[in-house]
């Protein structure tokens, strides 16, 4: 039986977004491997750069467990920017800053605070990429997880954090595994067309790591390394959990 969390302090947040940095770190080659079929090979390197950045930040700062929430999430979303290219650094840079205003002056996040956070990064994710469900984007993961963090908070106000994110990382999976029947209308992916078709999304991969990462956390654990995935579709077949330092 998993101890039930209904907050998080900014010590754990930071050790979430420092956990990120390691998943994506540990799937770059496969989050590369997945871009590289649809587009340009780029996207884990550029999403692990980000993130990297960001991890050297919240080390670099001593003072950081004393910071807000809103302030981490939007210094955060300053170092991703400035390191992250491709399609996603500017999309996935203003889903941190549009997340971290709901978090402003915050030192504690309550379950009930995601249903904001999701929303604002989701919104902010459509307004700049303009890009709906079945688009093959990070929005077919966002979506789903979003509406069902809402729907769920809503219905049962006590649920606590690794209740919730076991049910979004199910929600994401299968959401992410629907990526691979989708054809690409947005980004590099789109220039291929019906060629497009039949691999799964590199954004939406990472979004499912990204929910996968906090759920791991929460559970004391690091996160998650994609071992074994399929060569013709991408999608994962075994993962393995990354060890433990402490
Ligand atoms: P590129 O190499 O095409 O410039 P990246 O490799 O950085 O971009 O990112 C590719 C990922 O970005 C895709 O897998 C997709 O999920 C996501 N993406 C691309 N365009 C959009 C968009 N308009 N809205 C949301 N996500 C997008
Ligand atoms: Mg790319």
């Given at each position: 039986m998993n101890e039930k969390i209904y907050s998080i302090d900014s010590k754990k947040f930071c050790e979430i977004l420092m956990n990120?940095?390691?998943c994506f770190s540990a799937n770059e080659e496969y989050l590369n491997w997945?871009?590289?079929?649809?587009?340009?090979?780029?996207?884990?390197?550029?999403?692990g750069r980000g993130f990297r950045k960001i991890r050297d930040l919240l080390l670099q700062r001593k003072?950081?467990?004393?910071?807000?929430?809103?302030?981490?999430?939007?210094e955060a979303a300053m170092q991703f920017m400035q390191v992250s290219?491709?399609?996603?650094?500017?999309?996935?840079?203003?889903?941190?800053?549009?997340?971290?205003?709901?978090?402003?002056?915050?030192?504690?996040?309550y379950v009930n605070d995601f249903i904001d956070m999701f929303s604002s990064m989701l919104r902010a994710a459509k307004l700049?990429?303009?890009?709906?469900?079945?688009?093959?984007?990070?929005v077919d993961v966002l979506q789903p997880v979003a509406d069902e963090v809402k729907k769920v908070v809503e219905k049962e106000k006590d649920i606590d954090m690794v209740k919730l994110f076991e049910l979004l990382i199910q929600v994401a999976r299968?959401?992410?595994?629907k990526t691979i029947s989708m054809r690409a209308r947005k980004g590099r992916a789109s220039y291929l067309g019906e060629r497009s078709v039949g691999k799964q999304d590199p954004g939406a991969t990472a979004m499912y790591l990204i929910i996968r990462t906090f759920y791991e956390?929460?559970?004391g654990r690091k996160g998650i390394k994609i071992v074994e995935y399929s060569k013709s579709t991408g999608a994962i077949i075994r993962e393995e959990y990354l060890a433990t330092t402490k």
């Open positions: 990120i940095a390691e997945l871009d590289g079929q649809i587009g340009d090979g780029d996207f884990g390197t550029n999403v003072d950081v467990e004393q910071l807000d929430i809103g302030t981490i999430l939007h290219g491709g399609a996603s650094g500017p999309l996935i840079g203003m889903m941190l800053l549009e997340a971290s205003k709901t978090m402003k002056g915050k030192k504690m996040v700049i990429g303009g890009a709906e469900v079945g688009d093959k984007t990070i299968m959401n992410l595994e956390t929460l559970n």
